[in-house]
């Protein structure tokens, strides 16, 4: 059975809403393959035709949520408006999103975060991008756009580690990191 290829139905698309949900409901770490059995009352054969873990379900369920994110995110940037301005919200909206989010995946997300190449890779790529559109336009000083994207991808993704390792309310991490994130912007100012 190892090498048989495993089905991609409704069905699954079903276990990936179940597990979302407990997720969401009970934390990541708390969804086991019995409780997504017992919640859509179908069987272990049913569960293991599609998906070899939950691990293997929950992964998907990260994916699909950081992809919820990024087009969220992409879609909103206006060229015409205020460069800092409109930055600094798309990275508070990004922190409250995905904090929201990450409250339910806790650790489970922030390891999936760190081994994931393709999502550290996307999110560079958007940071370089912005860079350089402010870079042409005279809004930033000439900087390493591959060195300073890293180092924010780091400053956005700690901040939110903290914060959420901590529990602090979503308000208050916004705040703070709102604050924080602006001086950074302040400092990149051509």
């Not at 939950?54 to 369920?61: A, K, R, S, T």
Request: glycine fraction near 4%; include cysteine.
């Amino acid at each position: 059975m190892a090498n048989q290829e495993r089905i991609s139905d409704e069905m699954s698309l079903r276990i990936i809403d179940a597990a979302e949900r407990l997720a969401r409901a009970e934390g990541a770490h708390k969804v086991t393959v019995r409780k997504v059995l017992q919640e859509l009352q179908i069987t272990n054969r049913v569960f293991y035709n599609r998906f070899h873990n939950i691990g293997e379900v929950l992964d998907i369920v990260y994916e699909n949520t950081a992809l919820k994110i990024r087009e969220s995110i992409t879609a909103q940037f206006d060229p015409e408006g205020d460069f800092f301005q409109q930055v600094l919200e798309i990275v508070v909206r990004t922190l409250v999103m995905s904090y929201e989010t990450k409250m339910q995946f806790s650790q489970y997300v922030f390891e999936s975060d760190s081994v994931s190449q393709d999502n550290y890779a996307w999110w560079k790529a958007e940071i370089q991008k912005l860079m350089e559109f402010a870079k042409s336009r005279g809004y930033i000083r000439d900087v390493d756009t591959d060195i300073m994207s890293y180092a924010i991808w780091c400053f956005i993704r700690g901040f939110n580690a903290d914060a959420l390792g901590r529990q602090l309310p979503v308000e208050e991490a916004a705040r703070s990191f709102q604050y924080s994130f602006n001086i950074l912007l302040d400092g990149l100012r051509s």
